[in-house]
Nanobody, 128 residues
Framework: QLQLVESGGGLVQPGGSLRLSCVASGRTLEYHTVGWFRQAPGKEREGVSCISSSGGGTNYADSAEGRFTISRDNRKNTAYLQMNNLEAEDTAVYYC?????????????????????WGQGIQVTVSE
């Protein structure tokens, strides 16, 4: 069983940066697509970004494009989400998730049903 734990969240001012980490244990993360999702108060969970098992493929939601960078280090069993130029609208609980394979990687990047393993989530608050 794969366990995922997020870290790196917190309170940051608009325009600031945070780097979220997603550390996997129990199994290797190496063969899994990893996705980052978020859920703001009163809103549905939405996909932010995903990265293929090798790291060679990435997708970004429009809201993340140009500001967020997803990456992974399979030697460390860890995935990352670097978030720059944060805005108040980025305030949410952020979740990392892992899918069993890269099957349908681009089409199903933001399909939460595709992801079998989920972290507990971590709060990101962007405020003055």
């Amino acid at each position: 069983q794969l366990q995922l734990v997020e870290s790196g969240g917190g309170l940051v001012q608009p325009g600031g940066s945070l780097r979220l980490s997603c550390v996997a244990s129990g199994r290797t993360l190496e063969y899994h697509t990893v996705g980052w999702f978020r859920q703001a108060p009163g809103k549905e969970r939405e996909g932010v970004s995903c990265i293929s098992s090798s790291g060679g493929g990435t997708n970004y939601a429009d809201s993340a494009e140009g500001r967020f960078t997803i990456s992974r280090d399979n030697r460390k069993n860890t995935a990352y989400l670097q978030m720059n130029n944060l805005e108040a609208e980025d305030t949410a609980v952020y979740y990392c998730a892992a899918a069993e394979s890269d099957y349908n990687f681009h089409k199903a990047c933001y399909d939460s049903d595709r992801y079998r393993y989920w972290g507990q989530g971590i709060q990101v608050t962007v405020s003055e």
